[in-house]
């Protein structure tokens, strides 16, 4: 049974930071692009982050230059480090394959809440 679990949220002040972690079960993540994905209320999940096998990174505009992804295959973990961190970044974090990539979803971890205080 695939299982990803997410890990690492908390409050934090703005300008803070905070470390991510994604374990995933039951699959290898280590041939897999992931994404690091965000769900604010009342907005839909969007992509914030994405790691390829290879270790090519993508970022959304909005988080460029503060969030570093990665990941350590023999670990089957995938990471989020986030810094400087805004109140807009205040969402449920979950992880999961890039969609655009692999077409396909895992089942979605219950995800790890990061809160933001300004």
């Known amino acids: 049974q695939v299982q990803l679990v997410e890990s690492g949220g908390g409050l934090v002040q703005a300008g803070g930071s905070l470390r991510l972690s994604c374990a995933a079960s039951g699959t290898s993540l280590s041939a897999k692009t992931m994404g690091w994905y965000r769900q604010a209320p009342g907005k839909q999940r969007e992509l914030v982050a994405d790691?390829?096998?290879?270790?090519?990174?993508n970022y959304a505009d909005s988080v460029k230059g503060r969030f570093t992804i990665s990941r350590d295959n023999a670990k089957n973990t995938v990471y989020l480090q986030m810094n400087s961190l805004k109140p807009e970044d205040t969402a449920v974090y979950y992880c999961n394959l890039k969609f655009a990539i692999s077409l396909v979803l895992l089942p979605w971890g219950q995800g790890t809440q990061v809160t933001v205080s300004s």
């Open positions: 790691i390829a096998s290879g270790g090519n990174t």
